[in-house]
């Protein structure tokens, strides 16, 4: 077993060298000619690793975390003193005795196979909760009086409960209601009536930590039967069990560390303090990871990882873990290492692919502009004040800083061919420190440099050193000393320079602020042609000799080099976390490093995916500082931040892609909660919906949400970050709302969550209501016709009854005219006769 430690030893040397150059500091200080490597102090980097920390300040019920499970919907849920919190990544839910779970603290959590989960209490008491609400299971009490030590479910989907002094009760049918659960007790010379801990391994075979003796269940003949392994002792009292991946047991001991039994040679190996470098001979529990890597956490000492080769890393308050009393280790779904801490609540390792170096490393200054690894292997640092440098390159060295230029502000670390730096800084222009260590100022230079502010520093394949100012470029011949400005006169696209770049063909790209890009080939002055005006602020080249440019606010800019056109664009709708980019880097796989004011992308041009990564994933420093990045020899990369030093090694980020999962965890109708169920029906003026989403995850930040209403939106909406939406006066009909979800990895959910409803019409609008006006108003008009008909029909009748009155009236009074013409005529005639 191999392992990495600090000595005491080396620190208390440390403390003498430096005690001795405080001493001799006056002899040999004075002058700014010499820039000698004259210690202010030595400290030890001592490579912290991230551990994501939750407490009570960030929601926790409690610091002290006994047990960790994650649920099938990938809640986490933590047993503390307090009682029980579930978290979503985000959000911490504590529940207690007001929310109906049993009194005292919380040493078991487990979830049967229905999906209830299962708590067991100090005291003995026992809590169930069935997705909706808590319930103490009464019905237990006569078996279980004192504190519960674990909860486990077995192969065969029943609970087993073990105590302190109580022995162990199963529980046959975890699912059923709890006025009808079945119980069995073992107990006395059966089991015992101390029982520490129960263990099921992956081929299902039940283990119990039990005094005086481990012990195993015999399925065949249902007995217990004590566990025997040559080779591991019995004096020290068992703390924790695991059979690994490779049928190997481990045994923890309390103050006698861990034991390895490999059955097929029937041999022990053991891991302590003195000879393997454990952390600490009390082991408290051991997990296995999905890398098939050893957590041992202990009491006192910290967690320690053993990986394949037996190589041990521990993980101490020294080197980030904030908690070295160990409850629980956990692997969650994604690959995190969930642990649970007696004092300091919740820690979540996630990888140790990020180290950081700050106060606590000696860098008084965090505030990191430049980097630089020089030809010796070591690493210059440029801060607010001076320069820290780490010697031994790679390797637990010494910082150092330097006195020369302490209090000014390095913006700038360049290595010319001889070895000679030069250094750029925002108010005394230009130093270089001779390889001699003499540091030199020249006039020449700095006479061209406004207000002594540099804002850009290249040095390009023939040695020349280029300079950006506020107003022009400064051109230097280092081997012939010859300076030259360069301005707007002679081709530049503007004379504020943004960012200088020297590509492998020794052409010199310059961004100069609002101005876009110049090309320098030579004596020849190009534009880099745009249909937009843009500020660069830093550049990178691929393999392919293709350019890659970083701006401000228009996120990263691919340029075909050759062709001057532009191939690419990345944003923040691409899957950027911001489009303020501050520092591009390439490694030898191609793979773009994208530094900006919100955390660090990844892109991987081969698979089109970006990665991100933020605080909460191990980027500790979040926004990164202009040109401040590098890729060392060893294919690390280097960020200076605003709160101190990462150092990303690819080689360690052993990803796990897991698609992420969404929930939809929340439903507002009408502002008011509502229940939600697989499918809903709503009233019509039920008709204002507000829907809550979240992906359970352990590195929130990255995540990237899409939605979808089917019956209002005719496609997708673009990703953001938004975890509410409001869907306000929704029209009635059938409607689906899906929600998917693309994590920090750049995985995107398979399927949406789907939530389907209904929005019933007003009673006007049914077909129902519809169709009875329809009939109604059809008879109305129906009877309306009819009605008038009859009227018609009457009236006909009444005029034909006048008619035929007038008509006989008229037919009498002609008869009567008639009449009274004839008797006139006969009186004529009559008259005439006489005559």
Request: contains cysteine; charged residues 25%.
């Amino acid at each position: 077993m191999k392992t990495a430690h600090s000595s005491l030893f080396r620190k208390i040397i440390k403390m003498i060298l430096s005690a001795f150059i405080e001493t001799i500091r006056p002899a040999i200080t004075g002058g700014i000619t010499f820039f000698l490597a004259f210690l202010s102090g030595i400290n030890s980097f001592s490579q912290r690793y991230f551990f994501d920390q939750f407490s009570v300040s960030e929601g926790l019920a409690q610091s002290t975390v006994y047990c960790i499970l994650q649920s099938r919907n990938d809640m986490i849920w933590m047993g503390t003193q307090a009682g029980v919190t579930k978290f979503d990544g985000r959000t911490f839910y504590n529940y207690s005795v007001n929310d109906g779970l049993a009194e005292n603290g919380v040493r078991g959590i487990c979830e049967d196979e229905s999906g209830q989960i299962w708590f067991g209490h100090d005291g003995g008491k026992i809590s169930r909760y069935d997705g909706s609400e808590f319930s103490v299971i009464k019905g237990i009490d006569p078996y279980l009086s004192s504190d519960i030590t674990s909860i486990i479910l077995d192969s065969l989907k029943r609970i087993w409960i073990t105590s302190l002094a109580s022995g162990a009760v199963m529980i046959e049918n975890p699912e059923a209601p709890a006025n009808h659960l079945i119980y069995r007790h073992y107990f006395g010379n059966e089991l015992s009536d101390r029982v520490f801990s129960g263990y099921v391994s992956s081929s299902g075979k039940l283990y119990f930590i039990a005094d005086p003796n481990e012990k195993y269940y015999d399925a065949d003949s249902l007995k217990f039967k004590n566990l025997t392994l040559n080779g591991v002792p019995r004096y020290y009292m068992t703390t924790s069990i695991l059979v690994d991946s490779n049928g190997h047991t481990w045994i923890g001991k309390h103050n006698g560390g861990a034991y390895r039994y490999i059955p097929e040679r029937d041999t022990t190996i053991m891991i302590d303090l003195i000879k393997s470098g454990l952390s600490s001979n009390w082991v408290s529990t051991i997990c296995e990871d999905r890398s098939g890597y050893i957590w041992i956490g202990t009491w006192g000492g910290g967690a320690a990882r053993i990986d394949k080769s037996d190589n041990i890393q521990v993980f101490n308050d020294y080197n980030g873990l904030p908690g070295t009393k160990i409850w629980r280790i956990y692997e969650d779904r994604e690959g995190n290492i969930l642990i649970g801490t007696n004092e300091h609540g919740l820690c979540v390792f996630k990888g140790d692919h990020f180290i950081s170096y700050n106060e606590e490393d000696g860098l008084r200054n965090t505030q990191i502009w430049a980097i630089l690894e020089t030809g010796r292997g070591d690493y210059w640092f440029g801060t607010n004040e001076g320069i820290y440098i780490l010697l031994n390159g790679d390797k637990d060295g010494d910082i150092i800083r330097y006195n020369q230029l302490h209090g000014e502000r390095i913006r700038f670390l360049k290595e010319d061919r001889m070895g000679a730096i030069w250094i750029g800084t925002e108010k005394q222009g230009v130093f270089n420190r001779e390889v001699n260590n003499q540091l030199g100022y020249n006039p020449l230079i700095n006479n061209y440099i406004t207000n002594g502010m540099v804002t850009a520093m290249e040095i390009d394949r023939e040695n020349n050193l280029w300079i950006g100012t506020l107003d022009g470029l400064i051109y230097y011949e280092i081997d012939n000393r010859k300076v030259t400005r360069l301005t707007q006169v002679q081709g530049l696209s503007g004379n504020d320079i943004s960012s200088i770049f020297a590509d492998s063909r020794n052409r010199i790209w310059v961004g100069s602020e609002g101005k876009g890009v110049t090309i320098i080939t030579g004596s020849k002055f190009d534009k880099l042609e745009t249909d937009f005006g843009f500020t660069p602020t830093c550049f990178t080249e691929d393999h392919n000799q293709h350019i890659w440019i970083g701006s401000k606010g228009r996120g990263v800019l691919l340029f075909d080099a050759e062709k001057g056109e532009l191939i690419k664009t990345l944003s923040e709708k691409e899957g950027l976390l911001a489009n303020l980019i501050n520092s591009l880097n390439c490694d030898e796989q191609d793979n773009i490093y994208i530094g900006t004011n919100k955390g660090l992308n990844k892109y991987i041009p081969s698979e089109e995916m970006i990665y991100s990564y933020t605080r909460r994933s191990g980027f500790t420093g979040i926004e990164t500082k202009p040109n401040a990045s590098l890729v060392d020899k060893n294919g690390n990369i280097w960020f200076g931040t605003v709160s101190g030093i990462i150092k990303y090694l690819p080689g360690r980020d052993n990803r796990t892609i897991v698609e992420p999962v969404v929930h939809i965890t929340g439903l507002e109708v009408n502002y008011k909660p509502f229940s939600l169920t697989d499918t809903e029906t709503f009233s019509y003026n039920q008709n204002s919906l507000i829907f809550d989403y979240r992906c359970i995850t352990l590195n929130p930040d990255g995540v990237l949400y899409q939605i979808k209403m089917d019956g209002v939106d005719l496609d997708w909406r673009p990703p953001d970050t938004q975890t509410r939406v409001n869907y306000p006066a929704l029209r009635h009909g059938k409607y689906n709302f899906m929600v998917r979800a693309r994590n920090s990895e750049g995985v995107w959910s398979k399927e949406p969550v789907t939530y389907s409803f209904v929005i019933k019409p007003p009673f006007y609008l049914t077909y129902w209501f519809i169709l009875t006006a329809i009939l109604t108003l059809g008879l109305l008009i129906f009877s309306y016709i009819k009605i008038r008909e009859r009227a018609l029909i009457r009236e006909n009748r009444l005029l034909e009854d006048r008619v035929r009155d007038r008509t006989a009236m008229v037919v009498a009074q002609k008869e009567e005219i008639a009449q009274k013409n004839k008797d006139i005529t006969d009186s004529i005639r009559y008259a005439q006769k006489i005559q």
